[in-house]
């Protein structure tokens, strides 16, 4: 399911590897040498034991050496007491006995110094068997008596001395030697034992560590373990759970996994698709010969994206899908599955649809607003015109009616001829208004930095300038500064400061003021005076166009100026509004939104 | 049609109403006397390029023409145009008269090369104030060239 676990383990498993290896030479060496100790150990031993039994050895050899001359010695006696022919025989016999044992200590004695002492016992024993030998043949040619004068000349005796002494020089000798290789050999035993011991301790050391090793290598191998399985219950939960569906595909085109998401969409059980269906059945036919191709293409390339299908579920109905596909390769570049996501963008592609029809709706209507539009300048045109025209030959008739039959038409005639002239001004003025705001309405709004102080000032100017009553006082603050467009701007503020200037002319201390105040997000004016007024009952009134809260005579105007206003303003995306009592003046007030707004 | 030569101001105007109206401010003016009125563009035309009716006449160099824009047939516009675009008729001072607050026709016209613009007044003295001005301006003040 998750390709990242089994990429992760050869490298882990080599370090193990190389890790187990290293104990297991280290150990190997340990007990090689331990056991090279114990082998030379035991080898000295063996050598030190040898020359403890050579030692011995010699020693026998040196007592038969001694008892064969004791029985020579013994055998020439008895020869010589009883001149019988048996301790002849004996006496050859201790004599052969004891060359053997001479010989023998001879190949035994390695020693120099224990050499030079055998050669002269060798001297010596010589000696002895010819002085031997020399009473034998005086004993049988002389008789007993000779032979006691011979002895008693004392030489005999002295030889034996001689060669005890030699004997006991040798003896004394290799028994030292005795006594040093037992003690050598005592310690070679002890080292052979020591490393014995130190093998056996060693090997137990290591089979210790090892058991040691094997169960924290078990106890680790348990614990990742289980954080595998816990990481790939994790995986398999968010495969199944995820919001899109995933499925993949054998090269076939079967299922060979798919998530719960899916499954839920689709409608059918995971045993109804695996190894069973092919993904393509599920395809709707527009879709279908697309995929059949494209499948064979995305195995070679490895991916494909954005691919929009329509599925079919099994109970028949349809959704809409966006399928995005990796395809898995072997390490020899073949395919082994697909790796798919599938988003439902049914509704997505219905809320395009209702967008794309909102769309035409939108254009449509756009066309007709600019027909409407295109309508609307020819009216303001025809009524600009038309209606002008005749007004004018109203006006110009009742002037030459005047002028040319003054006699006739003198005393009420001559006011019904100012009415008529009076009338025809003002449905002048009112056509100019209605085609100012008609104009104002219209157009496009070139929105720049504007110093309101200034504009609100050049405005207040020209209201003064026009003012027919008594001129206000006029304080204008210190403005902040707008986003907006000028030319329509300038025209807020020259309806604003002319009624202010208007409506307080007939005070006795008329007083007009501007203020501002920058909000966060929008920048917000007031134009305040202290003139009539007005009703607060009627302030809805006040923006609409024609709708006026004072008679004609009173003050002039069309009741077109703040309809002009609220319009501009709200192109702007800013407010307007007003505050007012009877006889205590009136406050206008416009937001405009600030730039960064 | 004797003194079609002579005239000074050539009006152009389809209602008859504002023509009489635009000659009655001349003749206050003392202008009346020179002004010959035609009823539409295409006989404008005709009599400026002494064509049509008025073929075989010599041409004729009117002070100026005061042209209404708004026409039936061949409307001011169409009108200016065509003087302006031929070399015999260009720099014959033309006023536009119209009754349109309309910037449209206003830039319009001066794009074809107007020498001025009237919106007409609904009030008659101001439109007698006006025509008087105009007419001494183009006619007794200004030298035609040429």
Request: glycine share 6%; hydrophobic share 40%.
């Amino acid at each position: 399911m998750s390709p990242g676990s089994e990429r992760g383990r050869p490298a882990a498993r080599s370090a193990i590897e190389r890790q187990a290896f290293a104990g297991f030479f280290s150990a190997i060496v340990i007990v090689a040498l331990v056991a090279f100790i114990g082998y030379a150990s035991a080898r000295r031993f063996i050598e030190t034991s040898r020359s403890v039994a050579h030692a011995h050895a010699v020693l026998v050899a040196l007592q038969g050496i001694q008892a064969a001359l004791n029985d020579a010695i013994s055998a020439q006696r008895g020869y010589l007491i009883t001149s019988s022919e048996n301790y002849t025989n004996d006496r050859e016999t201790a004599i052969s006995d004891l060359e053997t044992s001479v010989q023998l200590a001879k190949e035994l004695i390695v020693d120099n110094a224990q050499q030079a002492r055998l050669r002269l016992l060798e001297q010596q024993l010589a000696k002895r068997r010819a002085l031997l030998d020399e009473i034998v043949v005086l004993q049988q040619t002389e008789g007993f008596e000779a032979v006691r004068e011979r002895m008693l000349a004392g030489d005999t005796r002295r030889a034996d001395s001689d060669l005890r002494e030699t004997l006991a020089e040798l003896e004394t000798e290799e028994n030292r030697l005795l006594s040093a290789r037992t003690a050598a050999d005592l310690r070679a035993a002890r080292w052979m034992i020591g490393a014995l011991l130190g093998f056996i301790v060693t090997v137990v050391a290591l089979l210790a560590w090892l058991f040691n090793r094997i169960r924290t290598g078990t106890a680790e191998l348990e614990r990742t373990d289980a954080a595998v399985k816990r990481y790939a219950e994790e995986v398999h939960d968010l495969y199944n759970r995820a919001p899109c569906g995933y499925h993949s595909l054998d090269e076939n085109g079967v299922f060979v996994n798919i998530n719960d998401t899916e499954l839920q969409w689709l409608g059918y059980t995971r045993e109804e698709l695996i190894g069973r269906k092919h993904f393509i059945d599920l395809v709707t036919e527009p879709g279908r010969s697309g995929f059949a191709h494209g499948f064979s293409l995305y195995k070679e390339r490895g991916q494909t994206s954005d691919v929009e299908l329509d599925v079919i579920r099994k109970d028949g109905s349809q959704f809409h899908v966006l399928l995005n596909s990796t395809a898995i390769k072997d390490e020899n570049g073949r395919f082994v599955a697909s790796r798919t996501t599938l988003f439902d963008i049914t509704l997505r592609q219905q809320k395009e649809r209702q967008i794309a029809v909102l769309n035409e709706q939108l254009r449509q209507q756009t066309a007709q607003l600019e027909a409407a539009n295109k309508e609307l300048e020819s009216f303001s045109y025809s009524v600009s015109h038309d209606l002008r025209a005749p007004l004018r030959r109203i006006d110009g008739y009742a002037q030459m009616l005047e002028e040319d039959c003054a006699a006739q038409v003198a005393g009420d005639g001559k006011r019904y001829i100012d009415v008529i002239r009076r009338s025809c001004q003002r449905m002048a003025t009112l056509i100019d208004d209605l085609l100012e705001f008609s104009k104002l309405s219209r157009g496009e709004i070139a929105r720049r930095a504007i110093n309101m102080t200034v504009l609100a000032s050049r405005a207040a100017e020209e209201a003064l300038a026009a003012c027919q009553g008594k001129r206000p006082q006029l304080i204008i603050e210190t403005l902040p500064d707008a986003h907006a467009d000028p030319a329509l701007i300038q025209h807020v503020w020259g309806n604003l400061l002319a009624n202010a200037v208007k409506y307080s002319s007939k005070r006795e201390e008329p007083l007009v003021r501007v203020s501002g105040v920058r909000h966060n997000g929008s920048v917000e004016y007031h134009v305040a005076d202290n003139g009539v007024g007005f009703d607060m009952r009627y302030a809805d009134k006040l923006f609409g166009v024609f709708q006026r809260l004072h008679a004609t005579d009173e003050y002039e105007g069309t009741g077109v100026g703040l309809a002009i206003v609220q319009r501009i303003v709200t192109r702007h995306g800013g407010r307007v509004w007003a505050r007012g009592e009877p006889d205590r003046g009136a406050t206008f007030s416009f937001s405009l939104p600030a730039e960064d707004a | 049609m004797e003194g079609f030569e002579e005239a000074e101001i050539l009006l152009v105007e389809d209602s008859p109403e504002d023509a009489e109206i635009t000659i009655r401010g001349l003749k206050r003016a003392n202008l009346g006397n020179k002004v010959l009125w035609l009823k539409d563009g295409e006989a404008a035309l005709e009599y400026l390029f002494a064509d049509g009716q008025y073929a075989g006449r010599p041409t004729p160099r009117p002070r100026v023409v005061l042209l209404d824009l708004k026409m039936p047939k061949v409307d001011g516009l169409e009108v200016l145009k065509q003087i302006k675009a031929d070399p015999r008729t260009r720099t014959i001072p033309v006023v536009m008269l119209t009754t349109s607050t309309q910037e449209g026709d206003m830039l319009r016209s001066y794009d074809l090369g107007v020498n001025s613009y009237l919106v007409k007044p609904v009030d008659f003295k101001q439109f007698s104030e006006e025509i008087t001005r105009i007419g001494y301006y183009w006619v007794v003040m200004n030298k035609v060239l040429g």
